[in-house]
């Protein structure tokens, strides 16, 4: 869908039984297969702030004859497929491993292989449903390095976490790299660059036939936060993925394999970041599962007053149950325990079906 045209936001969002009732009765439709539901369409014509915008019940406009809308809805609407073998009917966490000695989340502990095994060992113990290793550094400012340094850092790691029956991804926007990764044993492709880094990474994709998550970033990791400037944040956004999952298409990866990323915290200010969370309800038009890595980034701490990242564990997860509350199929984040443990909570409290309690088997009375 080009800048300027009619963009879908769906609002009004339900949980568990209010979920279910209104689903019975055709007032709400759902948010793909997340357990979410929704009564409204922000409809939006051209951009947030001048464009004309119009509130419509979701029902109402399900019945609509005009093609382009029902087809929107129900790209919005429609289940999203299993993802290197992971339902997405349930929210999905990804632990990240940085095997770079200048990661701005974590100092580089995780630099060498065997610090970073055992770390990807740990986060899929906690609750990681897939470990994303990455061999570049991509925080602000940072430096490139070179292919055959990037692939020294992670192809053992790789290899020996896929061995342990681990889901792995590899974070690479090289196709070197990515093919040596999946050659090791990863099921995931995570390009910051949504395959425009390397003219070959595409087809290493097509060829693999494996997932992809296209993200997306302005400019290049060191330069990015110079300043970023958008016509609208969420427009733009929205419509360079859209642009990148057709390029996808056309280079042959299946739709059904490709992810979606707003990319927040790469080339946008902490205000443009706050609003792409805001607004995640209208990536679901892109039809394809949306990833979501707010983890530690800098606009939590902007929020909060927590200068050292690695202390930003408790926003990460208000970010984390921010996105899943708008519907989003997978996480990126450092602090996996967490995450999960907050997320089981929200989830048994908002009534989605898992009606377990484990409290008597640790020996709580209260």
Same mark, same amino acid.
């Given at each position: ?97 940085? /095997? ?111 997932? /992809? ?122 602090? /996996? ?30």
């Amino acid at each position: 869908m080009p800048a300027g045209d009619t963009y879908l936001r769906p609002v009004g969002l339900l949980y568990g039984d209010a979920a279910r009732l209104a689903a019975t009765d055709k007032s709400a439709l759902p948010l793909t297969n997340s357990g979410v539901s929704f009564t409204h369409f922000d409809i939006i014509s051209g951009s947030r702030e001048s464009g004309a915008r119009q509130l419509v019940a979701a029902g109402d406009l399900a019945k609509s004859s005009d093609q382009l809308v029902r087809q929107l809805i129900g790209r919005i609407t429609m289940p999203r497929g299993d993802l290197a073998g992971l339902s997405l009917a349930r929210h999905r966490l990804m632990g990240i491993v940085n /095997v770079t000695p200048d990661s701005f989340s974590d100092g580089g502990r995780f630099a060498s292989g065997k610090n970073a095994i055992r770390q990807g060992r740990l986060l899929a113990a906690e609750g990681a449903d897939i470990v994303d290793i990455g061999g570049e550094s991509t925080r602000p400012g940072a430096e490139i390095v070179s292919e055959q340094e990037e692939h020294d850092r992670v192809n053992h790691v790789v290899e020996t976490l896929s061995d342990e029956n681990i889901c792995v991804s590899v974070d690479s926007r090289r196709a070197g790299v990515m093919r040596a990764a999946l050659d090791a044993g990863a099921r995931i492709i995570n390009d910051i660059s949504a395959l425009e880094f390397d003219s070959k990474s595409a087809s290493v994709v097509a060829e693999a036939g494996c997932p /992809v998550v296209l993200m997306h970033v302005k400019g290049e990791p060191r330069t990015m936060q110079d300043n970023p400037q958008y016509d609208d944040v969420v427009m733009d956004v929205y419509d360079y993925l859209e642009k990148r999952i057709e390029a996808a298409v056309t280079a042959g990866i299946d739709r059904s394999k490709i992810v979606a990323d707003p990319g927040i915290g790469f080339g946008k200010t902490f205000a443009q970041n706050l609003e792409l969370l805001e607004y995640l309800t209208l990536f679901h038009m892109l039809g394809v599962p949306i990833l979501v890595g707010a983890s530690r980034k800098g606009f939590i701490g902007a929020v909060t007053g927590v200068s050292d990242a690695s202390k930003r564990a408790a926003g990460s997860v208000g970010a984390a149950l921010a996105s899943v509350m708008q519907g989003v199929q997978i996480l990126r984040v450092h602090d /996996v325990a967490e995450t999960d443990q907050a997320l089981k909570v929200w989830r048994r409290a908002s009534g989605f079906g898992d009606k377990s309690v484990v409290g008597e088997s640790i020996g709580d009375t209260v």
